[in-house]
């Protein structure tokens, strides 16, 4: 019997005496940390802390036991050990540097989409600012760091040329990214907004991955798997459009045509041009994803052919230049990416691009055509959540060739082939949830000047407050001159350029501030000595200068009910001495003061969103001939207020209209002078004015899908 | 001896009569306390669903809580991001071990919900895509299932009153939620057994 009881009370031991757990959940500053889930893994035993961090609870388990304690914005802490010593237990957590807090390395870069902490343009924006006509250029054109250039619409950047900016669709260059125009009409980018969910505009510091941009880089990602089947139509006073998406199992192709025709509306509005043939443009888009088991492939093409044919007005030719333009264009994107095990990514992929242009002035030929290539393979390692590593190799070919030919000339063939190898590596590192470091370089060599060059790049963000953030960058960038260039000259060096940026960002409660500081130093600009880059020109590597400035960016979608706004204001000062200039001057492209406001109000009631943006651009800088001076001289200062509507009719039909420059301000963008003056010994002027200087535009959209839900607000 | 063999053998029949109901009575305490603390009950299910790695109503359950709970956070953007990924991980979960499961799509669509009801215009129009296509989902797999036909149709009387259209047709689908109610068996006493109530709520709303 007394074995019995022996028994009994052992086995009773074993399975009703229970021990308590207890102890004290703090952060590294020994604050207490509320909420914290405390337990024993694998158990159904554990407990919440309190508001003084402490915890306690009962167990029956015995021996050797793992303690977990867990909380968001934490890593979560492992405790092995024998339980009768987990008493009064003192644990702090280590902060998760992948927690919604941590800082962000944020200098010079704008990003729009849900794959970003910080959001200056939701990807709605693209397709709802007045001014942008559904162009995600446009849209971008609103943000800091934008110089007004109206008659050209790429993106100058901080004192850079339009080409010092490349774009980039899932991580591979586009090379022809705009659509051709006349002079006085602004471009517009190729690809339709709908395709992409995520932009990244960086005006400066950017990342080492990012080769042969002197300026700015674009980022475009193109949307993952679409959520339903659906198709559109587009029905424009320009032109109409037709997409449709298809959906399987594990994949999914979108495929999309339009067709733009601008006679109808040349035949209602006045233009300032001689339309021959107004410009047709027919464009078709595909997009086919393949889900594998641990990542994504993506085909992208897109093709577009465009012509037109005008008199231009010119000051040299009393009965005008006559200009006429066949371009097409065919582009080819494939990415892939993947994890190939828990730390390590791929993302590798190739694009080709074939460009053709014929394009006639007066009785001058011109024939180019451009093959250009690029390939790239980057691997990501995460070493652990504070620190992870990139690097990669890529290749970047182009091959260029150019006809020309005029009653005086035999024809004349000339070309060039640019190609660069580059290999790159960059490492994140988190020192806390306050202070992070991005530190990489870069390798280029240039087959076609047999030029190596390195380039360091460095940034910092530390922060400041809950809310705030001061983040340091600098960089080095390196880009060969333009095929303007060096189709006729190949004995150069690639042009180079440094920035340098400080930035200070406030992020509120749907409020983002950003200021930032910066000065770019510009090296081994090219420099020529005849009136345009030319066969018989010759040319140099000396030109050098600067570009320093101020941006602001304040975004509000708090304050005021139903309205979001944002106000950009750009401060610049650049000078440079290139090209063919004399002397030190600020270029033509690079105005003083830009300041940008848009707003948008939701008007419930109406189930319609108006929409207004307001850009306004100190004159740039022209020489006089009249005059002793070198672009001393500056036109009068830009406006344009674009106002827009769109209606939701029902959830699968919109109505759009918009008007850009609603209260028809007359702008000038800049003068032509005559090469001889006159008896009076005076040069003849003539003022660079828009094609129109207002636009209007109606659009009516249509979404069939079975579910019925979907809608092309986002379309517009 | 035949006593001892009596009583090891209660013993031992307890103690794993007791395994079996732990389960239950883990689950009866994180429902009780989720009526006066949702984080606490949370994390309870969130053990639970640590302890029972085949089961997918724990996991559910530790998402549904936070998922509620986010309705009353809608106000600060930053702590219901950080609380619904906590939840989509959940569901995830619940998702790994339960495929194809009509009840965790209308979990999944509900989670959308919150964010699209917090910030229209950042979420609405990439998130009411996949909400509609979930519940399309779900309706495929289970026609019948009372939260399916509930939910799609609260869903879309939210769009038709928007949009000033006819909601009656939604309404009716309610009224037929509320009979799948009455008919409704939950597997065991911890499937997912919700929704009569909000049926009844619209359905007073609807006239």
Same mark, same amino acid.
């Given at each position: 019997m007394k074995n019995t009881i022996l028994i009994f009370s052992f086995l009773c031991s074993l399975s009703l005496s229970a021990q308590t757990i207890s102890g004290i959940v703090t952060d590294a500053k020994n604050n207490p940390i509320v909420q914290a889930n405390v337990y024993l893994e694998g158990t159904y035993d554990g407990g919440t802390t309190n508001a003084k961090g402490a915890f306690s609870f009962k167990t029956e388990e015995t021996g050797t036991q793992n303690l977990l304690v867990s909380f968001v914005g934490f890593e979560t802490y492992t405790m092995l050990g024998d339980i009768s010593y987990m008493k009064d237990l003192k644990i702090q957590l280590r902060e998760d540097v992948n927690s919604l807090d941590t800082v962000v390395l944020s200098a010079g870069t704008f990003s729009a989409g849900d794959n970003s902490k910080v959001n200056a343009l939701k990807p709605l924006d693209v397709v709802t600012t007045a001014s942008a006509l559904g162009d995600f250029v446009g849209a971008l054109q609103t943000l800091p760091g934008t110089t007004t250039v109206a008659e050209d619409g790429r993106l100058f950047v901080r004192g850079g040329e339009a080409e010092e900016t490349q774009i980039f669709i899932d991580g591979i260059k586009v090379f022809t990214p705009y659509s051709p125009t006349t002079n006085n009409t602004p471009t517009r980018g190729r690809y339709s907004p709908f395709l992409f969910d995520g932009i990244t505009f960086s005006t400066g510091g950017y990342s080492a991955e990012y080769g042969q941009a002197l300026s700015s880089v674009l980022l475009l990602n193109t949307t993952g798997e679409p959520d339903q089947e659906k198709t559109n139509i587009g029905i424009m006073t320009l032109g109409a459009s037709l997409g449709n998406t298809q959906k399987w199992k594990n994949n999914s192709l979108s495929v999309n045509a339009s067709y733009i025709n601008l006679a109808p509306y040349n035949a209602v509005f006045k233009s300032r041009n001689d339309w021959k043939k107004p410009a047709e443009v027919a464009s078709g888009e595909a997009v086919f994803r393949q889900k594998t088991n641990n990542g994504m492939l993506k085909l992208y093409t897109a093709f577009e052919a465009t012509n037109f044919?005008?008199?231009?007005?010119?000051?040299?030719?009393?009965?005008?230049?006559?200009?006429?333009?066949?371009?097409?264009?065919?582009?080819?994107?494939?990415?892939?990416?993947?994890?190939?095990?828990?730390?390590?990514?791929?993302?590798?992929?190739?694009?080709?691009?074939?460009?053709?242009?014929?394009?006639?002035?007066?009785?001058?030929?011109?024939?180019?055509?451009?093959?250009?290539?690029?390939?790239?393979?980057?691997?990501?390692?995460?070493?652990?959540?504070?620190?992870?590593?990139?690097?990669?190799?890529?290749?970047?070919?182009?091959?260029?060739?150019?006809?020309?030919?005029?009653?005086?000339?035999?024809?004349?063939?000339?070309?060039?082939?640019?190609?660069?190898?580059?290999?790159?590596?960059?490492?994140?590192?988190?020192? !806390?949830?306050?202070?992070?470091?991005?530190?990489?370089?870069?390798?280029?060599?240039?087959?076609?000047?047999?030029?190596?060059?390195?380039?360091?790049?460095?940034?910092?963000?530390?922060?400041?407050?809950?809310?705030?953030?001061?983040?340091?960058?600098?960089?080095?960038?390196?880009?060969?001159?333009? !095929?303007?260039?060096?189709?006729?000259?190949?004995?150069?060096?690639?042009?180079?350029?440094?920035?340098?940026?400080?930035?200070?960002?406030?992020?509120?409660?749907?409020?983002?501030?950003?200021?930032?500081?910066?000065?770019?130093?510009?090296?081994?600009?090219?420099?020529?000595?005849?009136?345009?880059?030319?066969?018989?020109?010759?040319?140099?590597?000396?030109?050098?200068?600067?570009?320093?400035?101020?941006?602001?960016?304040?975004?509000?979608?708090?304050?005021?009910?139903?309205?979001?706004?944002?106000?950009?204001?750009?401060?610049?000062?650049?000078?440079?001495?290139?090209?063919?200039?004399?002397?030190?001057?600020?270029?033509?492209?690079?105005? =003083?003061?830009?300041?940008?406001?848009?707003?948008?109000?939701?008007?419930?009631?109406?189930?319609?969103?108006?929409?207004? !943006?307001?850009?306004?651009?100190?004159?740039?800088?022209?020489?006089?001939?009249? =005059?002793?001076?070198?672009?001393?001289?500056?036109?009068?200062?830009?406006?344009?207020?674009?106002?827009?509507?769109?209606?939701?009719?029902?959830?699968?039909?919109?109505?759009?209209?918009?008007?850009?420059?609603?209260?028809?301000?007359?702008?000038?963008?800049?003068?032509?002078?005559?090469?001889?003056?006159?008896?009076?010994?005076?040069?003849?002027?003539? !003022?660079?004015?828009?094609? =129109?200087?207002?636009?209007?535009?109606?659009?009516?959209?249509?979404?069939?899908?079975?579910?019925?839900?979907?809608?092309?607000?986002?379309?517009? | 001896m035949k006593h001892l063999i009596l009583i090891v053998t209660l013993l031992i029949t307890s103690i794993v009569a007791t395994a079996q109901t732990k389960y239950e009575q883990g689950m009866h305490k994180a429902l009780d306390l989720w009526k006066t603390n949702p984080i606490e009950a949370s994390q309870l299910f969130e053990r639970i669903a640590?302890?029972?790695?085949?089961?997918?109503?724990?996991?559910?359950?530790?998402?549904?809580?936070?998922?509620?709970?986010?309705?009353?956070?809608?106000?600060?953007?930053?702590?219901?991001?950080?609380?619904?990924?906590?939840?989509?991980?959940?569901?995830?979960?619940?998702?790994?071990?339960?495929?194809?499961?009509?009840?965790?799509?209308?979990?999944?669509?509900?989670?959308?919900?919150?964010?699209?009801?917090?910030?229209?215009?950042?979420?609405?129009?990439?998130?009411?895509?996949?909400?509609?296509?979930?519940?399309?989902?779900?309706?495929?797999?289970?026609p019948n299932n009372p939260r399916v036909v509930l939910n799609k149709a609260d869903w879309n009387i939210g769009g038709a009153r928007y949009f000033g259209t006819d909601i009656k047709p939604f309404c009716k689908e309610v009224e037929r939620a509320l009979e799948l109610f009455a008919t409704f068996k939950p597997e065991t006493e911890f499937h997912p057994n919700w929704g009569r109530e909000r049926a009844q709520e619209i359905i007073t709303s609807c006239k």
């Open positions: 044919e005008l008199t231009q007005e010119d000051i040299h030719a009393s009965e005008g230049v006559h200009f006429k333009l066949k371009n097409s264009n065919l582009y080819f994107n494939g990415s892939y990416k993947g994890m190939l095990s828990d730390s390590w990514t791929l993302e590798t992929g190739m694009s080709y691009t074939l460009a053709n242009d014929k394009i006639n002035i007066d009785a001058a030929g011109i024939k180019d055509t451009e093959n250009s290539f690029h390939a790239k393979v980057k691997l990501k390692h995460r070493f652990n959540n504070r620190f992870k590593l990139n690097f990669g190799a890529e290749y970047l070919a182009t091959d260029f060739n150019e006809n020309y030919q005029d009653t005086f000339t035999p024809k004349v063939a000339y070309g060039f082939n640019n190609n660069i190898s580059a290999a790159f590596t960059e490492a994140d590192i988190f020192f !806390s949830r306050k202070l992070a470091l991005k530190a990489g370089l870069r390798l280029e060599h240039s087959a076609l000047f047999d030029e190596v060059t390195l380039s360091p790049r460095v940034s910092m963000a530390y922060k400041t407050s809950n809310k705030s953030q001061v983040s340091l960058a600098y960089g080095d960038f390196y880009q060969n001159p333009n !095929s303007s260039i060096l189709k006729f000259e190949q004995d150069l060096q690639a042009q180079q350029t440094s920035h340098y940026i400080l930035n200070y960002q406030y992020n509120g409660k749907k409020q983002l501030f950003r200021a930032e500081a910066y000065y770019k130093d510009y090296d081994q600009l090219v420099k020529y000595d005849s009136d345009f880059a030319s066969f018989d020109s010759n040319y140099n590597n000396k030109g050098y200068g600067f570009a320093k400035g101020i941006d602001l960016f304040w975004r509000d979608s708090n304050s005021i009910k139903n309205v979001d706004y944002w106000v950009s204001y750009s401060f610049l000062d650049s000078e440079r001495n290139y090209q063919n200039y004399s002397k030190s001057a600020q270029p033509n492209f690079a105005n =003083t003061h830009n300041l940008s406001v848009v707003g948008k109000y939701w008007i419930d009631k109406w189930k319609s969103q108006v929409g207004m !943006s307001y850009a306004l651009a100190s004159g740039r800088t022209y020489t006089n001939p009249n =005059t002793t001076g070198f672009l001393d001289q500056k036109t009068k200062a830009y406006n344009s207020l674009s106002l827009n509507w769109a209606y939701l009719i029902s959830p699968q039909k919109i109505l759009y209209l918009s008007v850009n420059n609603a209260l028809g301000f007359k702008n000038v963008n800049g003068y032509q002078f005559a090469n001889t003056p006159d008896s009076n010994g005076n040069f003849a002027s003539r !003022s660079l004015r828009p094609a =129109t200087d207002q636009f209007f535009f109606v659009g009516f959209f249509w979404t069939i899908s079975e579910k019925g839900t979907d809608n092309q607000l986002d379309n517009l | 640590k302890a029972e790695p085949d089961n997918w109503l724990p996991p559910y359950y530790a998402a549904e809580t936070l998922i509620l709970d986010g309705f009353s956070k809608m106000q600060d953007a930053d702590a219901l991001k950080a609380q619904l990924d906590q939840a989509q991980n959940f569901l995830n979960d619940a998702t790994a071990i339960s495929k194809d499961n009509p009840e965790i799509m209308v979990m999944q669509a509900i989670l959308y919900t919150v964010y699209v009801a917090s910030d229209g215009a950042t979420y609405g129009m990439t998130l009411s895509g996949k909400v509609m296509s979930l519940y399309a989902q779900a309706e495929k797999l289970a």
